[in-house]
């Protein structure tokens, strides 16, 4: 069984940072495609980042410039680096690993596994 687990999620102003963490656990990750994903209130969940067994990535156009996703397969982890944070980064933030993600690295119906999320909060 596979457990993800996501961290460092908090509130921040807009144009600060955070990066966001991602403990895998129950398989071996190197195999797995993963992705970062939220939810704002009242909005579907999205994808924001997502990156392949080779380490190819892929962004929202949202954030593409502004968030780098990256995995440690030695430390078992994920991570999101969230930069020139906007008000409507604001949202629930979930981590998920798929063994083929077949509808795309952002699409939230190609996951299996997903974290609990972490929230992020941005304010003016």
């Known amino acids: 069984q596979v457990q993800l687990a996501e961290s460092g999620g908090g509130s921040v102003q807009a144009g600060g940072s955070l990066r966001l963490s991602c403990a895998v656990a129950?398989?071996?990750?190197?195999?797995?495609?993963l992705a970062w994903l939220r939810q704002a209130p009242g909005k579907e969940r999205e994808g924001v980042a997502g990156?392949?067994?080779?380490?190819?990535?892929e962004y929202a156009d949202a954030v593409k410039g502004r968030f780098t996703i990256s995995r440690d397969n030695a430390q078992n982890t994920l991570y999101l680096q969230l930069d020139s944070l906007k008000l409507d980064d604001t949202a629930m933030y979930y981590c998920?690993?798929?063994?083929?993600?077949?509808?795309?690295?952002?699409?939230?119906?190609?996951?299996?596994?997903w974290g609990q999320g972490t929230q992020v909060t941005v304010s003016s």
């Open positions: 990156i392949d067994t080779d380490g190819n990535t």
């Open positions: 998920a690993a798929d063994s083929l993600a077949l509808d795309g690295l952002l699409s939230p119906r190609g996951y299996h596994y």
């Open positions: 129950g398989y071996n990750n190197v195999a797995y495609y």
